[in-house]
């Protein structure tokens, strides 16, 4: 056989040359594992966040050289009753001596006391910029865990943003060791059934375990240009695991099909790259255009998570078309071994498609009543989506159980000067520095007078030059209140405004954490611009791939309808209380506001991996002379053992991520694992081949577009 497919090109070389082929994978996953190790990933940085108004502040205050110095604070407390004053002293004298001797740290202040004397604050300047605090954070972490093992009778606990970070990515850390640990040994006994043999369920696994490590080592250099924001890892893993078992799949099972047919092993391979081979390319462009949509919100979040799974991506379809036909071809017919007996057994009696050949034929007879109730069952789970909440994670969202998380929520209770900041910032003219300090003087009276805000000490700072004056306060409730909102609003429209206006020459920003927070949240949604760009690239290509109209406009509606569905079920999940026990999570009352945004792009691209390969078939089975209706029947059947298989793993690695302690993990990977549970079982087995049915007379002439397949397809035998 021969053709000039690329796909089948780089097939039959590889499966002619497989120890070539395997020891350039070999060395391409050496080499980006090394990588990985050598260059450090760059994380993002503050700037990288700013927007707004609050962004404009945090420059002024950068260029005015007037940046605090970051801190951190131990709080002693006791754990039930009173606190023992002698006893809270003597601790913090040790902190302070032990703090004193750690590198980074510049000054240790002396011990304050809450107003109702029932905790003793320690504060801690670090040197440096907040990188500096990142890198010496440990070794201050380490010597408070020592006062504390020191004196067991109080809690001695630390918190600031260096500490608060470094217990986040310790948790993330330990998520995705989770995640590893559950996904891999799930996955192999998923495919294990789905094959009966044991080194055909280990080749899916295997590609897709090298192409996420392969995919991290590539992007660690690449993050100097698209900085890590910590969840990358995550998602690699999370998108890597899916693509690359669902990719080997499709091509194992078809090389396996065509070997069972009487077809050599070579012949096999260059059948299975023409056909599964080429949906696997198509299949893979569809994630790699809808995760680019993630670069029109121009957030640092997500241009990393798209870097991530492109990279990802783009690696298991290389291994596909590589590495897997140069391992078939050197393993010839050991990929069926060793066999588990029973289960071998069964899958050959079941035959491919033998439950879903039952299932079907209710559609086949009435696809229009098919095409109603899963359709209605569809837009019954949307329905909740319209009532949708989303906000940015809070200190409430993260998991309550890190150090940092638990004392950060103390020390605000009792100390209210370690709240969020807000800080008013005004840039004037020369010799204008005493009216600007008036002027602040003026609006911290009336912040504070209105329960806006409180006031710290040394509350207004000048620059060397004196043209830029700073007022710092803290906001009057703590973080993730609604109404340090409101706080904003009041000071942007009416206070400073009326405070200021007499300056000439003046410019004024109203910043800090609580500002940053509102602008982040407040600012103009790229969400349907996102959405459009998705569904108009997505609609072209599958307009192309099948040159019908009629099938992209098609896909593009199922697709809408899974993600709606699992938006209305994400909505019911993590905005009531009901599943809090289940899932071990306590209800925000929201959705992360960047995870609809994330799943719908993942899921368009994922979702067209099934209905490419299932079109495909139906295609094959009109070019083959089969009735219409028959070839739809053998489109659905003959590619529901790969399908079903794919979909039970990823909907197994997505619902591992609903285990983990993140918020945003859990609802990620609900968002997902639903969708693609959906996708999978209502839309293929009832709504897709329905609509078919019913669109017989635009879709007939869907087998007349000439292709590489013609070649190799063969002839199907409905029974």
């Known amino acids: 056989?021969?053709?000039?497919?690329?796909?089948?090109?780089?097939?039959?070389?590889?499966?002619?040359?497989?120890?070539?082929?395997?020891?350039?994978?070999?060395?391409?996953?050496?080499?980006?594992?090394?990588?990985?190790?050598?260059?450090?990933?760059?994380?993002?940085?503050?700037?990288d966040f700013r927007v707004g108004e609050s962004g404009r502040a945090a420059a002024m205050i950068d260029d005015a050289g007037l940046a605090a110095s970051p801190t951190e604070s131990v709080l002693i407390t006791a754990p039930k009753g009173s606190l023992d004053s002698a006893k809270a002293e003597a601790a913090a004298t040790q902190v302070s001596k032990a703090a004193t001797d750690v590198k980074g740290v510049s000054d240790v202040g002396p011990p304050i006391w809450s107003e109702k004397r029932d905790a003793l604050l320690v504060p801690i300047t670090m040197s440096g910029d907040a990188d500096d605090a990142a890198d010496h954070v440990g070794a201050l972490i380490d010597a408070t865990a020592k006062v504390q093992k020191a004196n067991p009778a109080l809690d001695v606990e630390q918190a600031g943003d260096a500490s608060l970070d470094a217990g986040i990515n310790d948790k993330v850390g330990e998520d995705l060791a989770s995640a590893e640990s559950m996904s891999l040994p799930i996955t192999f006994l998923i495919l294990l059934v789905a094959f009966g043999a044991f080194i055909a369920a280990g080749i899916p696994v295997l590609l897709a375990i090298t192409s996420v490590f392969t995919g991290l080592g590539l992007y660690a250099p690449v993050s100097y240009l698209v900085p890590d924001s910590g969840t990358v890892a995550n998602v690699v893993l999370l998108i890597g695991m899916a693509v690359g078992v669902d990719y080997s799949l499709f091509y194992l099972k078809r090389e396996r099909e065509e070997r069972m047919r009487g077809r050599s092993t070579v012949d096999a391979i260059e059948i299975a790259a023409a056909t599964s081979g080429r949906a696997v390319v198509v299949s893979g462009f569809a994630v790699v255009v809808s995760m680019s949509g993630l670069f029109i919100t121009r957030e640092p979040v997500f241009s990393a998570l798209a870097v991530g799974s492109i990279l990802v991506v783009v690696v298991a379809v290389i291994g596909s078309l590589t590495v897997l036909p140069a391992l078939l071809a050197k393993l010839g017919r050991w990929v069926d071994r060793p066999r588990i007996p029973l289960l071998w057994r069964l899958n050959r009696r079941i035959g491919a498609g033998g439950i879903s050949g039952r299932l079907i034929r209710p559609v086949i007879r009435r696809p229009l009543a098919a095409a109603i109730v899963s359709g209605g069952v569809l837009l019954a789970l949307a329905l909740p989506a319209l009532g949708m909440k989303m906000h940015q994670g809070t200190i409430n969202t993260l998991p309550q159980d890190i150090p940092a998380v638990q004392a950060y929520q103390r020390l605000q209770q009792s100390f209210p000067t370690e709240r969020p900041g807000i800080d008013v910032v005004v840039h004037t003219s020369k010799g204008s520095e005493d009216a600007a300090r008036s002027a602040l003087g003026a609006v911290q009276a009336k912040a504070v007078s209105a329960g806006l805000a409180t006031a710290g000490d040394d509350a207004i700072t000048v620059s060397k030059d004196g043209r830029t004056v700073e007022l710092s306060m803290y906001a009057a409730h703590s973080e993730g209140d609604a109404r340090n909102d409101a706080a904003i609003e009041k000071l942007r429209d009416t206070i400073v405004p009326r405070a200021t206006g007499s300056l000439d020459g003046t410019k004024t920003a109203v910043g800090g954490s609580v500002a940053e927070d509102y602008d982040y949240e407040n600012q103009p949604s790229t969400l349907p611009w996102v959405i459009a760009f998705v569904l108009v690239l997505t609609l072209v290509m599958m307009g192309w791939t099948f040159r019908s109209v009629t099938i992209a406009l098609l896909t593009t509606v199922l697709n809408l309808l899974s993600v709606g569905a699992a938006f209305g079920v994400l909505t019911l999940v993590f905005q009531h209380d009901w599943f809090n026990g289940i899932l071990n999570y306590e209800s925000s009352g929201f959705v992360v506001d960047w995870i609809p945004l994330f799943?719908?792009?993942?899921?368009?691209?994922?979702?067209?991996?099934?209905?490419?390969?299932?079109?495909?078939?139906?295609?094959?089975?009109?070019?083959?002379?089969?009735?219409?209706?028959?070839?739809?029947?053998?489109?659905?059947?003959?590619?529901?053992?790969?399908?079903?298989?794919?979909?039970?793993?990823?909907?197994?690695?997505?619902?591992?991520?609903?285990?983990?302690?993140?918020?945003?993990?859990?609802?990620?990977?609900?968002?997902?694992?639903?969708?693609?549970?959906?996708?999978a079982t209502l839309v293929r087995l009832v709504l897709l081949p329905a609509l078919l049915l019913k669109l017989r007379g635009r879709l007939e002439r869907l087998g007349d577009v000439k292709s590489v397949e013609d070649e190799y397809a063969p002839k199907p035998a409905l029974v």
């Open 1 to 47: 056989m021969s053709s000039n497919s690329p796909t089948v090109r780089v097939a039959r070389w590889s499966a002619t040359h497989p120890w070539r082929a395997i020891g350039l994978w070999v060395a391409f996953v050496v080499s980006a594992i090394a990588l990985m190790s050598t260059v450090q990933t760059k994380q993002v940085s503050d700037e």
């Open 599 to 679: 799943c719908f792009v993942v899921l368009v691209g994922l979702s067209m991996d099934y209905h490419v390969f299932v079109l495909s078939r139906v295609r094959e089975g009109l070019r083959n002379g089969l009735p219409y209706n028959r070839a739809v029947e053998f489109g659905i059947r003959d590619t529901a053992s790969v399908v079903t298989s794919a979909a039970v793993v990823m909907v197994s690695v997505f619902a591992v991520f609903a285990t983990l302690s993140m918020l945003e993990m859990k609802q990620m990977g609900i968002g997902l694992s639903v969708a693609i549970l959906i996708d």
